[in-house]
């Protein structure tokens, strides 16, 4: 946790434990994230990522330990105001349009902006040309895209993207890396979950590793040229000596 005397963590987490339907989800999970940093969660299938992902967005409640988005418990309105999730599969309303989609965000967090920034942000994501059109017109990229955009929107400090690089072509996804790092040089935290490490390598300042619903690894990434370990070398041997280990 972090030292009182110094900066607020922009996520804090204490000993976070979740059990669902008997099964240990997150095993007494603890770190810190500071604010404008861009940390990568690893880890196989059925880690905990996206169960950490939806307790800290209050989705989900703690069976145990505490968890404290820009300082407030996670779940409390405040904490909802200071955080945006980007769920894997976006949750989009079916009878909206993606401008309707935009404006409704707008409403629900009292944001004022214009119509031009409004079509600027379209206009960057590729969406411009689809801002009359419904979610089952959209590609699953142009889908992920809109969460993206309705996660800015709402402007909030630390946002939590769910594997957003999924049915994402090339160009898509060297836009979003260039956008992750934007908003952590604007002083937003992202938190970013993902199977790609080697996207995640070029955007993250920082590495944990769940295994099990445990944190087993935290590690700063390597910057560009440096002859350290790199992320997929740490995984497979995390997982390695894992595997390995006492049932």
Same mark, same amino acid.
């Given at each position: 946790?972090?030292?009182?005397?110094?900066? #607020?963590?922009?996520?804090? *987490?204490?000993? %976070? =434990?979740? /059990?669902?339907? @008997?099964?240990?989800? +997150?095993?007494?999970?603890?770190?810190?994230?500071?604010?404008?940093?861009?940390?990568?969660?690893?880890?196989?299938?059925?880690?905990?990522?996206?169960?950490?992902?939806?307790?800290?967005?209050?989705?989900?409640?703690?069976?145990?330990?505490?968890?404290?988005?820009?300082?407030?418990?996670?779940?409390?309105?405040?904490?909802?105001?200071?955080?945006?999730?980007?769920?894997?599969?976006?949750?989009?309303?079916?009878?909206?349009?993606?401008?309707?989609?935009? #404006?409704?965000?707008?409403? *629900?967090?009292? %944001? =004022?902006? /214009?119509?031009? @920034?409004?079509?600027? +942000?379209?206009?960057?994501?590729?969406?411009?040309?689809?801002?009359?059109?419904?979610?089952?017109?959209?590609?699953?990229?142009?889908?992920?895209?809109?969460?993206?955009?309705?996660?800015?929107?709402?402007?909030?400090?630390?946002?939590?993207?769910?594997?957003?690089?999924?049915?994402?072509?090339?160009?898509?996804?060297?836009?979003?890396?260039?956008?992750?790092?934007?908003?952590?040089?604007?002083?937003?935290?992202?938190?970013?979950?993902?199977?790609?490490?080697?996207?995640?390598?070029?955007?993250?300042?920082?590495?944990?590793?769940?295994?099990?619903?445990?944190?087993?690894?935290?590690?700063?990434?390597?910057?560009?040229?440096?002859?350290?370990?790199?992320?997929?070398?740490?995984?497979?041997?995390?997982?390695?000596?894992?595997?390995?280990?006492?049932?």
């Amino acid at each position: 946790m972090p030292d009182e005397t110094g900066p #607020r963590a922009a996520l804090a *987490l204490k000993d %976070v =434990t979740k /059990t669902i339907d @008997a099964s240990r989800i +997150l095993d007494g999970v603890t770190f810190d994230v500071p604010a404008g940093q861009v940390v990568g969660l690893m880890g196989p299938n059925g880690a905990g990522k996206t169960t950490l992902m939806r307790s800290l967005a209050g989705l989900y409640e703690l069976t145990s330990g505490s968890a404290l988005v820009d300082g407030h418990p996670a779940g409390s309105p405040e904490a909802r105001r200071a955080l945006s999730l980007m769920p894997e599969d976006p949750d989009l309303y079916p009878g909206l349009s993606v401008i309707e989609h935009v #404006r409704l965000v707008e409403g *629900l967090n009292r %944001v =004022t902006t /214009t119509a031009q @920034a409004r079509s600027a +942000l379209l206009e960057r994501y590729d969406l411009a040309d689809k801002r009359d059109a419904l979610p089952h017109e959209l590609s699953q990229g142009m889908r992920r895209k809109l969460a993206l955009i309705l996660a800015l929107t709402k402007g909030s400090r630390v946002l939590l993207l769910d594997e957003p690089f999924n049915g994402l072509d090339p160009v898509a996804s060297r836009e979003l890396r260039d956008e992750v790092r934007r908003l952590s040089e604007q002083g937003r935290t992202v938190l970013i979950s993902m199977h790609g490490l080697g996207d995640l390598e070029k955007i993250a300042d920082r590495a944990l590793m769940l295994y099990g619903g445990r944190l087993v690894h935290d590690m700063s990434v390597r910057p560009a040229g440096d002859s350290g370990e790199s992320l997929e070398d740490a995984y497979l041997r995390v997982v390695g000596t894992m595997s390995c280990g006492p049932a």
